[in-house]
């Protein structure tokens, strides 16, 4: 069955260190999602993005953050300059349509110190 | 705004015994809801959806869903509890406040689903 996989698992990092979070969504899939969850509390949308562009973003996705489609098949956030209060589990997702279900990779969880 | 409210933190059930994890919605049209599941240390796993047609949506590993639109609820439930779904599960909702290409899903809090022996 086909999975979303993340690369790394867990990313240390310093506070004001550039990190780079890597996603291969399913193949054949055209919509693609950030999501976070601080240790404890609920899971947050990030971003969401559809033919090479962001399509929608919340609120914590300010100008720290980038997100980008290299090539036919990996999806990477970027943080430009990591914050403490980033730690915390990244997921990515993608789906085949709007309205299908949404699949989630295993997380990189990101410990900023 | 869309929410979702999922009103207890832990249900303990025996095993063997029905279970029922519950929540709520608040959407301004009509909702798209979702169930996910969390093992420790795993990602979400998908477990079922409502997007229309039968108020009773199946889905994997027994589990099945009941939308209610005069109670604005999708309760998750389970005829026969496994030791195995002790979990974290977790509610949502597509927010459909935009239009287009875009899916954000907006998720409850999540219940610790503790299955005893």
């Known amino acids: 069955e086909p999975e979303v996989t993340q690369t790394p698992s867990h990313q240390v990092t310093q506070m004001g260190q550039e990190v780079i979070l890597r996603c291969v969504p399913i193949?054949?899939?055209?919509?693609f999602y950030w999501y976070r969850q601080i240790l404890g509390q609920k899971v947050e949308f990030l971003v969401s993005f559809y033919n090479n562009e962001i399509s929608e973003k919340s609120e914590i996705f300010d100008d720290q953050f980038s997100v980008e489609r290299p090539d036919g098949s990996n999806f990477t956030l970027k943080i430009r300059s990591t914050k403490l209060e980033d730690s915390a589990m990244y997921f990515c997702?993608?789906?085949?349509?709007?309205?299908?279900?949404?699949?989630f990779g295993p997380g990189t969880r990101l410990t900023v110190t | 705004a869309q929410s979702v409210a999922q009103p207890e933190d832990q249900v303990n059930v025996a095993e063997g015994n029905p279970l029922t994890v519950k929540c709520t919605y608040s959407v301004s049209g009509n909702p798209y809801l979702f169930w996910y599941v969390q093992y420790p240390n795993r990602g979400l796993q998908f477990l079922l959806k409502?997007?229309?047609?039968?108020?009773l949506v199946k889905g994997s590993y027994g589990f099945e869903a009941e939308f209610n639109k005069s109670q604005t609820s999708f309760h998750l439930k389970k005829p026969s509890a496994l030791v195995s779904d002790s979990a974290l599960y977790f509610c949502?909702?597509?927010?459909?406040?935009?239009?287009?290409?875009?899916?954000?899903?907006?998720f409850g809090t999540g219940t610790l689903l503790a299955v005893q022996p």
């Open positions: 409502y997007i229309t047609g039968d108020n």
């Open positions: 949502a909702v597509r927010d459909l406040r935009w239009g287009g290409a875009t899916n954000k899903l907006i």
């Open positions: 193949s054949n899939h055209l919509y």
């Open positions: 997702a993608s789906s085949d349509r709007q309205v299908d279900e949404q699949y």
